[in-house]
């Protein structure tokens, strides 16, 4: 019984872990593209030359921020469907 005890705690623990990388891991990525974006309007509503120099690399953060939430979501589904943590059960 004790062994069933310690799986249902690392699972559940693990249920915990994922729903904080995951959520947290978007609430950081929609606040951090909403801050550069409206720092990039107001940029062009300043000075509306430097547009297409601004927009390039807005566009390079915007998919440096995702990816590091995507990567984030795939160590959560790591965790999720092949959780190493699970070999340390006895059996």
């Known amino acids: ?10 699972q559940a623990y693990t249920g915990i872990g994922i729903g904080l990388i ?6 950081g990525a ?3 593209i909403g801050i550069m974006c409206a720092s990039f309007l107001e940029g062009a509503a300043r000075q509306p030359e430097m547009i297409p120099a601004l927009q390039g ?3 390079l953060l915007l998919g440096l921020i995702d990816a590091s939430f995507i990567i984030g979501v795939g160590l959560a589904m790591m965790f999720a469907f092949a959780n190493p943590l699970l070999s340390v059960v006895p059996h």
């Open 30 to 32: 929609c606040i951090g």
């Open 57 to 59: 690399k807005v566009f």
């Open 22 to 27: 995951i959520g947290l891991g978007a609430a």
């Open 1 to 10: 019984m004790e062994a069933v005890q310690f799986l249902a705690t690392i």
